[in-house]
């Protein structure tokens, strides 16, 4: 907060507080606990000594500051904070444990302060904006005031900065700390564009080279050197003890193309593109994307084994890819609410809930199950109008979804965005306690490319409380059940997933090996994430030639699960960790094949096995070879202490009990 006087801009440092200062001189001990709660520092002002009017100006000005700090700033009773510029550098709340002790401030630390945020505001260069356009003929008669210019400048320059700058609130000393970095690289930065002087925008970067994130900045600051045009200052601070490379890949951000016509102007820009060159020619490369949390990104066409690429068997000048956007992930969190859930702290998800998506002439166009861990589930969208419903069958039989007359319209669903509000309808305890009604179906608007997160909220109909979804753990009589659908529905469901030309091509071959050799119909299900454009080709052709059915499915990593850099760990996670969301519950039970694998026998004896009981049956590792002893890595190191002497199991072929997973 700046407060102009004789010139100088001074810092406040404001402590929040509730109480009520009347205008009036009451209780001087009162004025004077506020005076210092408020602690205006280097402002301080014997305040009891001035005359009654200025005393009242002063009183009204506390008054002000006071509901700014509880309000505004939201700074909790007790907290304390320093504002400038627009943003809060300083933050000190006990009760959330960013401090013990309220930080010790010298005048000399407000001066660095004002020096490091001068540096930093957009306050001088939109000053000389509005002075330019005051200078012009018909311009706005609030500008033409210099108080009310001053404004419009304070405020902009605050709007600004908190963009810029959206997590602003720091530490106690970060200020001091990021002025003593730009102090020790001082003098020995890059400089790109024109001078500082000449430019109306000045990018100052400090980058540690050898990071994912350095190589991401350096193509924004690439593309707004060419369309913005600013002086770039770019300091090098590597991290410089190291124990293992920490690039281990090319990196490029792949931003749209803008381009100037002949008068200088900024064009409609091009689609986005990314191009590497100088790459090592005989090293087998693959090429991995990351993509914004809510994007499903597919290839349409790539020639080339783009995850097994060799630049020196590529007999054209480039190896070209391209890749579409093909669905926007429409996600979130479902929880159930049961008589007792308003007393618990946190409600159970509704796990296996089925839930469509489409629209009112075809409410199912997408499909998925709601996940044990946090309720999550997710549908592939596009940018539109959407109606989200309960699954026809048990799952629609048992829920029904939840609005209230505080927090939706009588025609939705309570959908709770995530981000706070003061509404009394906006969470699931206040949908609870009010006039509660029930739907079958809401709309979902999706209108941004950034997707959609929503917290779903069901309920069991009445007369259905006690009854679950799914079965028990120990309902054995479900376990039979399952076993005797998958013998009476007469179709081997075979799971399998493939990336790169080399492996689809011996997919392919599985795929032959597994129709040849069993009598029962087939169905296969293909991960769909990592497939390429001729292969997703291929697939339909030969079902139809072979006489097979086959669907492609696509689950999204989600966003609260670890991430994982490398490709083949990901497309070996996809074999494991969402085998209860990836297929529709009417499949009673699925095979994994490895695509490198060939079938010498029927799959049915393997599809209709007793598990007694388990949910999984992998395979063990034999011992009878003698001549792959030395290969054998389980018997030695980790595995050997951790197997126990147990045998080692492969997942390259594993059946599985979906009912009894789940």
């Known amino acids: 907060m700046c407060s102009g006087g004789g010139g100088k801009c001074s810092s406040w440092r404001m402590r929040a507080t509730r109480s009520a200062v009347s205008s009036s001189v009451g209780n001087a001990h009162l004025l ?38 509880s309000t505004q700033l939201q700074l909790p009773l007790g907290s304390a904070a320093v504002v400038s510029h627009g943003r809060t550098v300083i933050d000190f709340n006990p009760a959330a444990g960013n401090s013990t002790t309220a930080p010790a401030l010298v005048p000399e630390d407000f001066e660095l302060l004002q020096l490091y945020g001068a540096s930093f505001s957009m306050g001088e260069a939109l000053g000389k904006t509005v002075r330019a356009v005051r200078s012009k003929k018909g ?14 400048v304070m405020v902009a320059a605050s709007a600004l900065s908190a963009q810029v700058y959206p997590d602003s609130r720091f530490g106690s000393l970060a200020a001091k700390t ?20 000449a430019s109306e925008l000045h990018l100052t970067a400090i980058i540690n080279p050898l990071t994912r994130e350095a190589q991401r900045l350096s193509q924004v600051l690439v593309l707004l050197s060419d369309v913005l045009k ?27 193309d803008f381009r100037c016509d002949e008068q200088g102007r900024i064009t409609m820009p091009g689609a986005p593109s990314a191009y590497f060159n100088r790459l090592p020619q005989r090293r087998v490369l693959t090429l991995n994307l990351e993509l914004p949390e809510s994007w499903l990104v597919e290839p349409v066409m790539a020639l080339h084994d783009f995850d097994n690429l ?11 890819a391209e890749y579409e956007l093909e669905a926007i992930m429409l996600s979130g969190s479902c929880s159930e609410a049961g008589s007792d859930a308003i007393q618990k702290a946190r409600m159970p998800p509704p796990r296996g809930l089925q839930l469509h998506l489409g629209t009112p002439a075809q409410p199912h166009q997408v499909d998925t199950l709601v996940m044990q861990n946090l309720g999550y589930f997710q549908l592939k969208a596009s940018p539109g109008l959407w109606q989200l419903s309960i699954a026809p069958g048990r799952s629609q039989e048992l829920y029904q979804l939840l609005s209230s007359s505080t927090g939706a319209s009588d025609t939705h669903a309570s959908l709770w965005s995530g981000q706070r509000s003061s509404g009394s309808g906006s969470s699931p305890a206040a949908a609870h306690n009010a006039n509660v009604t029930t739907h079958e179906s809401t709309q979902v608007l999706l209108h941004s490319f950034t997707g959609k997160y929503l917290l779903l909220k069901v309920q069991k109909r009445p007369g259905k409380e006690s009854e679950p979804l799914l079965p028990a753990a120990d309902d054995m009589g479900a376990v039979a059940a399952s076993a005797a659908a998958a013998k009476a529905s007469n179709v081997i469901n075979v799971f399998t997933v493939a990336s790169g030309h080399m492996y689809e091509r ?22 769909k994430n990592y497939m390429s454009p001729h292969h997703r080709r291929i697939i339909p052709a030969m079902a139809q030639q072979y006489g097979f059915d086959y669907e492609f499915v696509t689950y999204k990593w989600p966003h609260w699960l670890h991430k994982q850099t490398d490709k083949q760990r990901v497309i070996w996670a996809y074999k494991i960790l969402f085998l209860d969301v990836l297929f529709s519950l009417d499949v009673p039970r699925m095979i994994f094949v490895d695509s490198d694998q060939v079938v010498r026998t029927d799959l049915a004896e393997l599809y209709n096995m007793d598990l007694k009981g388990a949910p999984l049956a992998y395979t063990p590792f034999c011992d009878n070879n003698k001549e792959m002893e030395p290969y054998r890595f389980w018997k030695t190191g980790f595995w050997d ?15 599985i009990d979906l009912v009894r997973f789940r």
């Open 32 to 69: 004077a606990c506020y005076v210092d709660v408020c602690c205006i520092d280097e402002l301080s002002l014997p305040l009891l000594l001035l005359p009654a009017v200025q005393l009242k100006a002063a009183l009204a000005d506390i008054t002000a500051m006071s509901e700014l700090a």
């Open 139 to 152: 311009a706005e008669v609030l500008l033409k005031d210099p108080a009310a210019a001053s404004d419009v």
């Open 178 to 197: 990021i002025s003593e970095v730009l102090g020790s690289l001082h003098g020995k930065g890059l400089s790109s564009g024109p001078a500082k002087e």
């Open 230 to 256: 600013p002086s770039i200052q770019i300091y090098l601070k590597p991290q410089m003890e190291l124990s293992e490379l920490p690039l281990k890949s090319f990196y490029r951000y792949a931003l749209p």
């Open 310 to 320: 060799r630049l020196a068997d590529v007999h054209e000048q480039v190896a070209y």
């Open 506 to 527: 011996l997919q392919k071959i599985m795929i032959l090996s597994v129709i040849k050799n069993t009598k029962s119909r087939v169905k296969f299900w293909i991960i």
């Open 641 to 655: 202490t951790h197997l126990q002497g147990m045998p080692y199991h492969i997942s390259a072929l594993y059946l």
